[in-house]
């Protein structure tokens, strides 16, 4: 079974401060995914890695940064957090090659106060 | 992004009854994924889908690749309270590792 985990469950921060969130799969996927996903707006995609040390912008980048140091995990990073960034995060991993399929971890609940 | 449109947004049945939604887009998708989120919890996958046509089941859950490959459909028969949640596709275009998300159906099933 492919286990996706997320360090924190729930988190609540004040604006302006740092935050990372954690991401580790245990399959030695090659690709990881971060996502925030609002009501209305469904999952949206924040940042994607291919390989160790190699990033992509998603299709909402701005406010967040990421860091892949080793293949198993993959960090989120809100360097100032602000109001409009509470919402649930949601990591992914997929192994790579021709027949695609995402795996989820359980989400982070964030509220920045 | 791409758009993948989602319907119904949502559906409130009676324990028993069968259930259908679909997905559709206007782009070409490689791949396509179902999966159910549980409030408060990530996604889980039900199903994958890889060729055009395909028709694959799990357990209740019935899901086809659709064959002009731009639309997907899940169905779950004979539904239960413990179905209760919403139910996302997800597709990946040829060209690309990313997948698309549609919005979601909720399910709400009465006993």
């Known amino acids: 079974d492919v286990k996706v985990t997320q360090s924190s469950r729930y988190l609540v921060k004040r604006t302006g401060e740092k935050v990372f969130l954690e991401c580790v799969q245990d399959?030695?996927?090659?690709?990881m995914f971060w996502y925030r996903q609002d009501p209305g707006l469904g999952l949206r995609l924040i940042y994607f890695?291919?390989?160790?040390?190699?990033?992509e912008k998603g299709d909402i980048p701005e406010g967040y940064s990421v860091s892949r140091e080793k293949k198993e995990r993959f960090s989120l990073i809100l360097e100032s957090a602000s109001t409009n960034q509470t919402s649930m995060y949601l990591c992914?991993?997929?192994?790579?090659?021709?027949?695609?399929?995402?795996?989820f971890g359980p989400g982070t609940r964030l509220l920045v106060l | 992004g791409q758009q993948l449109n989602q319907s119904p947004q949502s559906m409130f049945i009676q324990e028993g009854e069968d259930v259908s939604m679909n997905c559709t887009s206007s782009s070409i998708f490689n791949t396509w994924l179902w999966y159910k989120q549980e409030p408060g919890e990530g996604p889980v996958l039900l199903i994958a889908l890889y060729k055009a046509g395909e028709l694959t089941s799990n357990g209740r859950l019935t899901a086809q690749f659709g064959i002009t490959r731009k639309d997907s459909f899940l169905n779950i028969s004979a539904s239960i309270p413990s179905d209760v949640g919403i139910y996302f596709c997800a597709g990946q275009l040829r060209e690309s590792n990313q997948f698309y998300f549609g919005t979601g159906t909720s399910l709400t099933v009465i006993p």
């Open positions: 890695s291919y390989d160790v040390k190699m990033k």
């Open positions: 399959m030695d996927h090659e690709n």
């Open positions: 992914a991993s997929s192994l790579g090659g021709s027949q695609e399929t995402q795996y």
